[in-house]
């Protein structure tokens, strides 16, 4: 019996019926506020997501599970007072997981620590094929930097990078305004540069890794 079965009402039946990618998400949003079964549908359209997003965050299976199960309970519990304002229902599902992940945290007084595996999963779609190779090129150092970042940041750039979400639904996520975010990921990755700056020989220094950052960081200001 998986997750979804041991806390989701009738999730046997959920997880086996097809997606209609058709349904307009919104209709397929208030349908379920008194519907299981479109419910169901809500949840096979994120469950993988969520679950991944959590598992980057706790780097632990059982607790990705446990706490992915939990997020969409919680949704189940609350969708009746759900309101959309302009984000996607993705948004509000991943701010649920980003609470239970907070807590996990507080409760065991842990941080997690980003791995090789992590980083293998960006995906830098802004340059395509030449940011993938930057990435793989200098992954080491690039990794020593990520873990220097306090926790806040470190998942700032994995909703960016992993998730692929967007500056306002990253800002829904984590409680700040879009402009809020839009500067933390400008810092963010200009102090990620400085960072493997320490990190590379100095004949490495002007990198075309440290290059795309600032790239990045300077695009990101402007990003919607």
């Known amino acids: 019996m998986g997750y979804a079965e041991t806390y989701l009402p009738a999730a046997s039946k959920m997880t ?14 208030r349908q379920a506020k008194d519907d299981q079964d479109a419910f169901g549908q809500l949840y096979e359209r994120y469950s993988q997501r969520i679950y991944q997003y959590i598992f980057y965050r706790t780097g632990s299976e059982a607790d990705a599970e446990d706490l992915a199960a939990k997020t969409f309970m ?5 969708i009746a007072t759900y309101d959309d304002r302009g984000v996607p229902f ?20 842990r941080r997690k620590i980003i791995s090789l595996d992590d980083l293998s999963r960006w995906q830098v779609n802004e340059d395509g094929p030449e940011a993938v190779a930057l990435l793989a090129e ?8 990520l873990r220097r970042l306090p926790a806040e940041r470190q998942e700032l750039l994995a909703l960016k990078f992993v998730e692929h979400l967007s500056n306002a639904e990253i800002g829904a996520v984590m409680g700040r305004s879009e402009g809020a975010i839009k500067s933390l990921y400008h810092r963010t990755l200009l102090t990620l540069r400085e960072e493997l ?7 490495q220094d002007r990198s075309r890794l440290r290059r795309l950052l600032g790239r990045l960081g300077d695009r990101g200001l402007g990003r919607e």
Do not use: G, K
């Open 16 to 29: 086996n019926r097809p997606i209609d990618a058709a349904i307009d998400e919104s209709a397929l949003i």
């Open 74 to 78: 919680r949704a189940w519990q609350h």
């Open 90 to 109: 993705s948004a509000w599902l991943y701010r649920i997981a980003h609470n239970l992940v907070a807590n996990w945290h507080r409760d065991r007084r």
């Open 138 to 145: 200098d992954r080491a150092a690039l990794l020593t930097a």
């Open 197 to 203: 700056q320490q990190e590379m020989p100095a004949e």
